[in-house]
């Protein structure tokens, strides 16, 4: 919203409480600049699977930030049936971005997410980062064709370089790349994976 050329942006969201607490709490409209009284954005309050197979609408660009798949209620959220929902909203030439959990602490889970997506035909660029409050996390960049990765960047960022950029996208020994199963919405494989991995770091 910071940018002028953004002309729409809709909100996607199960809890109607958290878009009402962030557009009303004090402290938390600071936090996000009143991003939800923005006239651009519109809320929409609804399980993203259903939503997303029965909209209508045609995006340039998503975020897709759903919870760790903890269940079989989130899990499917990440399958192939739900990426190709997906596609199926997106301009030609759009891309999209999906939260992929830690490749460090979840290695499996992480390229399993990657794995899926390219199972749905879409061209992947995995990337990892360090978040102070979550640790080393995994993003996957998707979409019809390669997503170009960034030569030239704005003056004002507060964290992101071209340095940084190429970091972002290559994998060390302990992140990189496993043999997986792909996340389908009747085996729920990435579930499965999820469980085993935090389980183990949770001991």
Not at 1 to 10: D, F, G, H, K, S
Not at 162 to 187: C, G, K, S, Y
Request: with cysteine; net charge negative; aromatic share 12%.
């Amino acid at each position: 919203l910071r940018y002028p050329q953004v002309r729409a942006v809709t909100l996607v969201d199960l809890d109607p409480e958290m878009p009402r607490l962030f557009s009303s709490h004090r402290d938390l409209r600071r936090l996000n600049g009143d991003a939800l009284s923005d006239p651009r954005v519109h809320v929409v309050n609804a399980d993203a699977f259903t939503w997303i197979d029965e909209s209508h609408e045609r995006f340039d660009f998503a975020i897709v930030d759903f919870p760790d798949p903890s269940n079989f209620s989130l899990g499917k959220l990440y399958t192939t049936t739900f990426y190709r929902m997906l596609l199926n909203r997106l301009a030609p030439d759009a891309t999209f971005v999906v939260q992929a959990t830690s490749p460090l602490f979840a290695r499996q889970s992480y390229w399993c997410i990657v794995s899926t997506l390219e199972q749905a035909g879409l061209e992947v660029a995995p990337y990892h980062v360090y978040v102070p409050s979550f640790g080393e996390w995994g993003f996957v960049l998707a979409g019809r064709t390669a997503p170009a990765v960034a030569s030239t960047l704005p003056s004002d960022l507060r964290f992101l370089t071209l340095a940084t950029i190429r970091e972002m996208f290559d994998f060390p020994r302990d992140m990189a790349r496993v043999p997986v199963e792909a996340n389908r919405l009747h085996t729920q494989a990435l579930v499965r994976y999820y469980e085993r991995e935090w389980a183990t770091i949770n001991r």
